[in-house]
Nanobody, 127 residues
Framework: QLQLVESGGGLVQPGGSLRLSCAASGFTLDYYAMGWFRQAPGKEREGVSCISSSGGSTNYADSVKGRFTISRDNAKNTVYLQMSSLKPEDTAVYYC????????????????????WGQGTQVTVSS
């Protein structure tokens, strides 16, 4: 069964940090670009970051640039999102997604372009 499973969400105070993980099972992520998306209540799903299949290219939404870092460990079949200097407006359900492509440059695509999705993990930033 092909599956992506996110973990690492939780409640954190403003200014704090969290690291999200996205582990794949049933397939290898070696040929997939990966994206992180988030969706806050009443808002549309938003692309946060992406990383190419090799890990050589990354991209970020302006709202998180300089605060979030995406990385991947293909040996562990896992992608990470390190989130720092968190703000209340970062509160959302965070999803990882996989896109079958080995293009060297990563672009945050529309959510409909992605092939597989995880179930999401809640991140709440509040004092």
């Amino acid at each position: 069964q092909l599956q992506l499973v996110e973990s690492g969400g939780g409640l954190v105070q403003p200014g704090g940090s969290l690291r999200l993980s996205c582990a794949a099972s049933g397939f290898t992520l070696d040929y997939y670009a990966m994206g992180w998306f988030r969706q806050a209540p009443g808002k549309e799903r938003e692309g946060v970051s992406c990383i190419s299949s090799s890990g050589g290219s990354t991209n970020y939404a302006d709202s998180v640039k300089g605060r979030f870092t995406i990385s991947r460990d293909n040996a562990k079949n896992t992608v990470y999102l390190q989130m720092s200097s968190l703000k209340p407006e970062d509160t959302a359900v965070y999803y990882c997604a996989a896109l079958l492509t080995v293009q060297p440059m990563c672009v945050i695509r529309e959510s409909n372009d992605y092939d597989y999705w995880g179930q999401g993990t809640q991140v709440t930033v509040s004092s």
